[in-house]
């Protein structure tokens, strides 16, 4: 049996995913701004550089409005177009990822049990209630509030310290190569992949994660096998 002291979860695209679609959203930003709709929402994600900024998210994504308004030849208020997209989302509308429950569940049985998010308090509690996740963890941490964000291990020493547990005995299960996985291992813990996008190879581009999962279910049976 695989033994840890802890087991660390990410959120988005790791437990729950978002049930709306791009589409979806990047339409909206142009109904709400009251705009002739241009380009597509892979224009906008391409034009995005990194994650959304958590301190000044509509700043970010003015400036992506603004490159996609340049490639199809508008001059339009990006800035409208970029706050129609924030009042759009619904940070409500998520679900579990297959295999979430019982992999939580699994986790509770043999560690102490932690969330890791690169997003605000403001933004994640919201999904964490709309799931009753709120009491789900021992510890919640909100990187997205933090000076320094994953990939930096700062968020996974924050996680650990109430346990006074050995990094080297704890694991991180996370979606993505370069926040978790490689976070996690500069902090010392093991990381387990679980990719959003299944994929034929699951290419781990150059990276190292211990553990590869197809679905969170594959986590239960690490944790529970003989």
């Known amino acids: 049996m695989e033994t840890f002291?802890?087991?660390?979860?990410?959120?988005?695209?790791?437990?729950?995913?978002?049930?709306?679609?791009g589409e979806d959203i990047y339409a909206g930003a142009f109904a709400f701004a009251d705009i002739d709709?241009?380009?597509?929402?892979?224009?906008l994600w391409s034009t995005l550089d990194g994650p959304p900024d958590p301190d000044d998210p509509e700043t970010q994504l003015t400036a992506g409005f603004d490159r996609v308004a340049t490639q199809y030849g508008r001059n339009v208020d990006a800035r409208a177009l970029a706050r129609g997209l924030m009042?759009?989302?619904?940070?409500?509308?998520?679900?579990?990822?297959?295999?979430?429950?019982?992999?939580?569940?699994?986790?509770?049985?043999?560690?102490?049990v932690g969330l890791v998010t690169n997003g605000p308090e403001r933004r994640q509690a919201i999904k964490l209630d709309a799931l009753d996740l709120a009491d789900a963890f021992d510890v919640v941490v909100f990187a997205g509030d933090m000076a320094r964000r994953k990939p930096h291990p700062d968020p996974?020493?924050?996680?650990?310290?109430?346990?006074?547990?050995?990094?080297?005995?704890?694991?991180?299960?996370?979606?993505?190569l370069e926040f978790d996985?490689?976070?996690a291992q500069t902090a010392g813990l093991e990381a387990a992949w679980c990719p959003v996008a299944e994929t034929d190879t699951f290419d781990t581009e150059g990276y190292s994660p211990e553990y590869v999962l197809s679905t969170l279910y594959e986590l239960v049976d690490i944790l529970d096998a003989p």
């Open 87 to 112: 009042e759009t989302v619904d940070h409500t509308a998520v679900s579990f990822r297959e295999g979430a429950i019982p992999a939580l569940d699994a986790a509770r049985e043999h560690a102490h």
């Open 181 to 183: 996985v490689a976070g």
């Open 37 to 43: 709709r241009f380009g597509d929402p892979s224009d």
């Open 156 to 176: 996974f020493d924050r996680a650990l310290a109430p346990f006074d547990a050995d990094a080297a005995s704890s694991l991180h299960v996370g979606n993505s």
């Open 5 to 21: 002291d802890v087991v660390l979860f990410d959120l988005d695209g790791t437990l729950i995913q978002n049930d709306q679609t």
